[in-house]
Structure formats: structure tokens, C-alpha cells
């Protein structure tokens, strides 16, 4: 076995932007994945945004206090299952903790530079390798049912991002740019942010995928990993279910899972799965539908359309791996759809939507982790949560200039193990 490739773990959005940027670099890569095909978990059906407008973390005040208020409900967009209060416990004092303002501030504008730069290189390689992905370059608009809160949240833009992209729109301007939300009776206005962009996660990892096969790179899929062997400090192989693979720099980039693999290597890591759901349908043949992906504050769905599609994603549970499709969500989801495009809803065949629940990798403090360990040669690249397309292209840019010992674009040393 080729001791000089870099092992990649995880064949989502991350795996396949490191190995991507690490073959940019000359490197040997091989990225290894227990699913069927790459893709397949939480970056399959995510709401579709690469939104450096949304850089700040789950954890501000009035989020806190959705969550505390949803402990063991069904019926709210942010649920908290008492089960998993011990094992939440250290990650949420530390979830808490960082919410303080400055902390929360200073977080917003660390993943804001990383989430910019992202969107560059996403930009970048759109362009460069010509890759179709149902993407959008309208930008993304947040509605609100509250001008204070619109108010409140246009000065957050200016003020710690420092955009001039974000335009405050009033009712009317609103229904201009979507006219389908002419139906929202209690709308008090919305914020465009005009230099978002929209797509499906899963075309563009499959887009991604294809490029790195193409540049050399190799991906086995159906290869779990077991265990991450250290000897001395130092990366010395992984152990799948059928091989053991001699590997000096191995990448962790599995997501939600990352934790649980890096534990035996005697690495802690705080992140914790927290579940979505999202409910795609077929929206070809349909006059008059949306064309710009909105999020709706007041209720924190996200709803984003397609070519043929459109997607309704949300509501955040802290219940453990738990892959329970819970009805009261996808009833949630389906009232969130009619309560904002009751015309688009009756003329949707209900009985056609893809259902789908994902796990977003959240860190405690809001925060990636990308760079090595404490272990020589072990690398990680994860902990995204509800951004890990949006921070994808940018992370992996970081990461493999650690893994080659060069100066990153960006500073990165918001996103180190140790920060
Ligand atoms: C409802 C919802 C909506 C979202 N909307 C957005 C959005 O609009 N914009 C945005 O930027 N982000 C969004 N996100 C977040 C985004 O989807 C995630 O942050 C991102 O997909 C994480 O990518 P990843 O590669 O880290 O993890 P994953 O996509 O989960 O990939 C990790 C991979 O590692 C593999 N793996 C795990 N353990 C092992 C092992 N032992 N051996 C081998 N393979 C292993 C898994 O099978 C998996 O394929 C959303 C998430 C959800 C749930």
C-alpha cells in the first residue's frame, strides 16, 4: 500500500472538497466511504444555500431559548430530547458559554470570512470546470413577520460583517423580488442578500466527485473505518472492515460520525449531531412558482427552489442519531410550505415528496475544526453544522495547505484543534 497518499475519511461535501484541493496541490489521495456511493448523508438533500449572510452560530440568545423551550416536543423547529441531556451536557455548557456577545460576535465574523472566501473557490470552480448544479446566483431574501427584528437583524449585516450586499427591502419590496409571497398577510419586510447563491449540495458532490476521479484521485465506497492506529504520536494506519492500510496522513472529514473515530485515536472533539429534515417536490409544469430561495425567520425554514423542484428544510432536534422520520416534522414542514406559498402548495402532489432527515455536525462553539491534531499526520476537516456547503471549498482550501506545510490564504487559526 502506497504509504504516501493522504487518506481521506468521508465521502461527503468535505471529503470530496479536501481531496479536490489536495490533488490541486500534486497529492495522492484516496477517499474512503462506508455508504453505497458518495453523498449520501447529510450532504444529500441540505436546503441548497451557500449563504455567508447566515454566519452566525445556533447559539444566540433567542435560539437558546427555542431550544430550552421545545425539550421533548415534536411540534417546534428547535426540539431538545430529554434522553440526550447527559451526553449534551459539557457540549452545551460550552454551546452556552460561547453564546456571550462577544464571543457570538467575534465567531459570526470568523465564519463570515471563512464562508466569503468559500464562495469564491465555489465560484472559481463552477466556472473553471463548467459544473451544473441547479445553481443560483439571485441571491437568498429572509422574510419577517417583526420590523424590529428586521431592523435588528439588517444592522447585525452591517455592523459585524461589514456587507453592503444585504439590501433592507420593505412588504412591497419584498413581493417584488418573490411575488409569490404576495399571500403572507403579516409581512413586515425581508433582507436580500445579493451575493448568496443557491444549488443542490448532492449534483455539485457529484460534480466534485467526477473531477477528483478525473485528476487521479481514487474514492472506494461500502469501506468502513474502524479505527485510526497511532503509534508514538505519530498516524501509523486505519483499519477498514477488510484490510488494515499503512497511512502517514489520514483527514478526518466525517461529519456528525467524526467524533465517535477520532475517540479511540484519544482525540475529543465537541460535536454533536443535530437533525433536519427536508422535503423536496416535483414542481415541473407549474406556472408562477418561486424563484428565489427565502428563509422564513419567524419560523426557521428554509425554502429553496430548483429547476424542477423546490425544497422546504428545517427545524433542528438535538436526539442523537436518532433516524426516526417523526410524521409531526414533515407535517411541520408541509404547513410551513402552505403557510408561505399556499398557491404554489395546492398545486404540489403531496403524495410525490421526498422526505429526507440529515445530521449537521455541530461544534459547540460554532466554529469548523480544520488542521492536524495532536496526533502527527492526523488531520481533520469537519464539524460544519448548518454550513458545511457554504464553509466546504474554503475549509478544504485550509486544510490541504496545513497538510502540505504552506501559509493558508486566510487566517486559519480561528479554525485550529487547539484555538
Ligand atoms: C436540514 C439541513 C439543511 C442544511 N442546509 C444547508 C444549507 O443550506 N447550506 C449549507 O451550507 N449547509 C447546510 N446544511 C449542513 C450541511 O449539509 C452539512 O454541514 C454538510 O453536509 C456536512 O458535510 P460533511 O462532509 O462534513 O458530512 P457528511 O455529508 O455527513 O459526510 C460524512 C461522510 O463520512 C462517512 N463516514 C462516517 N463515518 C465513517 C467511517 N467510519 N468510515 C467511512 N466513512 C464514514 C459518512 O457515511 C458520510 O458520507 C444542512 C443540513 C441539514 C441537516
Not at 461535501?13 to 484541493?21: P, V
Not at 415541473?284 to 423542484?309: L, Q, Y
Request: aromatic fraction near 8%; include cysteine.
Amino acid at each position: 500500500m502506497k504509504e504516501d497518499q493522504i487518506i481521506i475519511i468521508g465521502g461527503g461535501l468535505l471529503g470530496l472538497a479536501t481531496a479536490n484541493a489536495l490533488l490541486d496541490r500534486g497529492e495522492k489521495v484516496l477517499v474512503l466511504e462506508r455508504s453505497e456511493e458518495t453523498a449520501l448523508e447529510t450532504s444529500f438533500a441540505n436546503a441548497g444555500m451557500l449563504t455567508p449572510s447566515q454566519s452566525a452560530p445556533w447559539n444566540s440568545p433567542p435560539d437558546i431559548a427555542r431550544i430550552l423551550s421545545g425539550i421533548g416536543r415534536k411540534d417546534s423547529p428547535m426540539t431538545l430530547s430529554v434522553k440526550q441531556i447527559p451526553s449534551l451536557f459539557f457540549w452545551g455548557l460550552k454551546f452556552m458559554f460561547y453564546s456571550r456577545p462577544q464571543s457570538f460576535e467575534r465567531i459570526s465574523r470568523e465564519i463570515f470570512s471563512l464562508a466569503n472566501y468559500s464562495k469564491l473557490l465555489t465560484k472559481n470552480i463552477r466556472d473553471s470546470e463548467n459544473i451544473r448544479y441547479d445553481e443560483s446566483t439571485k441571491g437568498t431574501m429572509k422574510i419577517f413577520r417583526d420590523s424590529e427584528r428586521l431592523q435588528q437583524s439588517f444592522d447585525f449585516s452591517k455592523r459585524i460583517y461589514g456587507d453592503s450586499t444585504t439590501k433592507l427591502l420593505n412588504r412591497e419590496e419584498v413581493i417584488d423580488l418573490e411575488p409569490q409571497l404576495k399571500e403572507i398577510k403579516d409581512l413586515e419586510g425581508g433582507l436580500h442578500y445579493r451575493s448568496d447563491e443557491t444549488g443542490d449540495a448532492y449534483k455539485f458532490c457529484k460534480a466534485l466527485e467526477d473531477i477528483v476521479r478525473r485528476k487521479g484521485g481514487r474514492i472506494l465506497v461500502k469501506t468502513n473505518i474502524k479505527k485510526i492506529h497511532v503509534n508514538k504520536g505519530k498516524v501509523n494506519s486505519i483499519v477498514t472492515e477488510r484490510a488494515v492500510l499503512r497511512a502517514r496522513r489520514v483527514i478526518v472529514c466525517a461529519g456528525s460520525w467524526s467524533k465517535d473515530l477520532l475517540k479511540d485515536s484519544g482525540i475529543r472533539i465537541p460535536i454533536r449531531p443535530v437533525k433536519g429534515y427536508s422535503l423536496t417536490y416535483d414542481t415541473s409544469g407549474i406556472n408562477d412558482k418561486p424563484k428565489i430561495s427565502i428563509i422564513d425567520e419567524g419560523v426557521h425554514i428554509a425554502i429553496t427552489p430548483f429547476d424542477n423542484r423546490i425544497r422546504v428544510a428545517g427545524t433542528a432536534e438535538f436526539v442523537g442519531f436518532n433516524e426516526e422520520i417523526h410524521p409531526k416534522r414533515i407535517k411541520y414542514l408541509n404547513a410551513m410550505l402552505k403557510l408561505i406559498y399556499p398557491d404554489l402548495y395546492s398545486k404540489i402532489d403531496l403524495d410525490e415528496g421526498e422526505v429526507w432527515q440529515g445530521f449537521r455536525p455541530m461544534s459547540a462553539d460554532g466554529l469548523p475544526f480544520i488542521g492536524e491534531t495532536r496526533v502527527k499526520g492526523l488531520f481533520v476537516n469537519t464539524g460544519h453544522g448548518q454550513l458545511g456547503w457554504t464553509l466546504a471549498m474554503g475549509s478544504a482550501d485550509l486544510i490541504a495547505d496545513h497538510v502540505i506545510g504552506v501559509e493558508t490564504q486566510i487566517d486559519s487559526k480561528p479554525y485550529l484543534m487547539n484555538r
